[in-house]
């Protein structure tokens, strides 16, 4: 067989783009079949600044193939964890067993070696917990597992008495829950950036050391209120006494898959956890984004298996597993 790899710039190619999106959706569906999801060439082009990122994507053609048999594309980070990237790799379905994903790997790594990388460190998922393609790819490849995480999804809506039943309601004089949609308030962002910096520390990161993030208010800005594609609610915990925001939980929705919300980080500062502060900011979200985005069906969270606490607050707010993701790192 002869391949071809090419570099294309997903900002500028449209047709090679869409192309490419698609080998990731087709192998995608093969693996998730109907609950596959879906993400749109705007929103991956538009997170890359937002999120310090430089990605680099890749095509691969082939003689007499009908369309790319092959995509990927290679992230790296330029704020924090430099050495460490990501990468993004997917084979046409009807193309895969043929080692077209183990060339388009080793070229990746390559690039990623030559781009100043050390280390990748990305997942895998599958409605299954053992024997999908990724994981056999993953093993012969000499990446190691680092986390298990469990999918969790609810379908919605959740109604009202339910979400009252759960909410815990913290004492006033001590806790005020407090919701702001789509962009965050400039009074917030100095204290979103220490929670935001904590977060990139307490959550578990499995068997993989990585460095503290540098936040402050600038990159929560950048972050989250510069105009975007992607659409998103935030719940915070303000602790009254002293006026610091302690707790935060974000979701977020997508143009490419506009009913499916994806809950993203959820943190309560050390100090103040066992207060069920995170079930209260994570129930305020759910009314607010139920309010806001009736089109939204279902809302999607990822936990460390480890993590029992978040999965079992999960669990009463009447999330179920669908689905295994695997954390993998390979030294380059
Ligand atoms: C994982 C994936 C990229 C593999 O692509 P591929 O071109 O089929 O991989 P290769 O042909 O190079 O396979 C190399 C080896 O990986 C292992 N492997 C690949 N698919 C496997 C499967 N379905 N079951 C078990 N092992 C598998 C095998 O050891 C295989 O060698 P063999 O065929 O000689 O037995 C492809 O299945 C895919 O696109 N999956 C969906 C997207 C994804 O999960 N990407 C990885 C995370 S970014």
New binding site residues.
């Given amino acids: 067989m002869t391949l071809q790899i090419k570099e294309i710039d997903l900002a500028v190619d449209d047709l090679t783009s869409e192309a490419w999106l698609e080998v ?1 959706h087709a ?2 569906r ?2 998730w079949g109907g609950a596959a999801e879906r993400t749109s060439i705007a929103e991956i082009v538009d997170v890359a600044e937002r999120r310090h990122e430089v990605r680099r994507s890749f095509v691969v053609t082939e003689e007499g193939a009908d369309g790319p048999v ?1 995509a990927a594309q290679t992230i790296r980070r330029t704020r924090d964890n430099v050495g460490t990237a990501g ?7 009807d ?11 080793v070229h990746c790594e390559q690039v990623l070696r030559d781009d100043g990388c050390d280390r990748i460190h ?5 409605p299954v917990e053992n ?11 000499d990446y190691r597992q680092t986390l298990l995480d469990l999918r969790q999804d609810l379908a919605l809506p959740v109604d009202e008495a339910a979400l009252t039943a759960l909410d815990p309601r913290p004492d006033p004089a001590a806790y005020v829950i407090e919701t702001s949609v789509d962009g965050l308030p400039e009074a917030w962002l100095e204290d979103r950036a220490l929670l935001a910096r904590r977060m990139s520390t307490d959550a578990p990161s499995g068997d993989i050391d990585l460095d503290e993030e540098d936040w402050d208010a600038e990159r929560v800005r950048l972050l989250w209120n510069t105009p975007s594609p992607i659409w998103g609610i935030e719940s915070v915990a303000r602790h009254v006494p002293t006026g610091r925001l302690v707790a935060f939980t974000d979701i977020v929705v997508r143009p490419g898959q506009p009913d499916l919300a994806v809950q993203s980080d959820t943190l309560v500062l050390r100090e103040h956890r066992g207060r069920a502060l995170g079930l209260a900011v994570k129930i305020a979200n759910l009314r607010a984004l139920q309010r806001e985005r009736p089109d939204v069906t279902t809302v999607r969270t990822w936990n460390a298996d480890t993590n029992t606490h978040m999965v079992a607050i999960n669990e009463r707010m009447g999330f179920v597993v669908t689905g295994w993701t695997r954390e993998w790192a390979k030294d380059l």
Avoid: Y
């Fill in positions: 990731h192998a995608n093969h693996v092959a990468l993004w790799l997917s084979v046409q379905p193309h895969q067993r043929r080692g077209i994903g183990s060339s388009l790997l990305e997942h895998s998922g599958a024997g999908d393609a990724a994981t056999g790819f993953a093993h012969v490849n």
